[in-house]
T-cell receptor, first 113, second 117 residues
């Protein structure tokens, strides 16, 4: 049979609409979180980060929300564009003095023209 | 281009052969990380260096894998006696180690894709 790992969660959004990508993180001790965007054949690209002493942070067209109670992160992308089509990963870090990141399962976002 | 540079971008090899990947971090970044990413999965941590010292290794890094950063600048990741299960994208990332300043971002390269036949 096919590997479950080959089937990323997917989200299709009409161009111009807003999108919300969700992520459940694993470790309640994590205190720093990053969203990365990964296009096909490329390395992960930083989008936005948030520390655990915050519950919301905004960037250009992107907003990250953090709910520590349920260990949940979300990435909101406003007014989506074709260039937003990619796989999006959340990643967490525990402050043990390094930047080692643990990545979640990605979500494939497809923008429909 | 002053980003993280990886070479080669693609490598096809036969099972049992050795392969070596090189990573050049952003200059002045003193921490360097190796990750492995298989199809449909997020990157998984392999190992990291601070300057030339290898400070942590994952259990994923079997004894067929060895990483070095001899002068605290570029790093190499060697895989000996490759197996088909080693087929993956090998990603390198670097950081400035400014955690006390609140910076914990990792900057990733474009990766080296390995295919073992």
């Amino acid at each position: 049979g096919e590997s479950v790992g080959l089937h990323l969660p997917t989200l299709s959004v009409q161009e111009g609409d807003n999108s919300i990508i969700n992520c459940a993180y694993s470790n309640s001790a994590s205190d720093y979180f990053i969203w990365y965007k990964q296009e096909s054949g490329k390395g992960p690209q930083f989008i936005i980060d948030i520390r655990s002493n915050m519950d919301k942070r905004q960037g250009q067209r992107v907003t990250v929300l953090l709910n520590k109670t349920v260990k949940h992160l979300s990435l909101q992308i406003a007014a989506t564009q074709p260039g937003d089509s990619a796989v999006y990963f959340c990643a967490e870090n525990i402050n043990f003095g390094n930047e080692k990141l643990t990545f979640g399962t990605g979500t494939r976002l497809t923008i429909i023209p | 281009d002053t980003g993280v540079s990886q070479d080669p971008r693609h490598k096809i090899t036969k099972r049992g052969q050795n392969v070596t990947f090189r990573c050049d971090p952003i200059s002045e970044h003193n921490r360097l990380y190796w990750y492995r990413q298989t199809l449909g999965q997020g990157p998984e941590f392999l190992t990291y260096f601070q300057n030339e010292a290898q400070l942590e290794k994952s259990r994923l890094l079997s004894d067929r894998f060895s990483a070095e950063r001899p002068k605290g600048s570029f790093s190499t990741l060697e895989i000996q006696r490759t197996e088909q299960g080693d087929s993956a994208m090998y990603l390198c990332a670097s950081s400035l180690a400014l955690i006390l300043a609140g910076q914990r971002e990792l900057f990733f390269g474009e990766g080296s894709r390995l295919t073992v036949l």
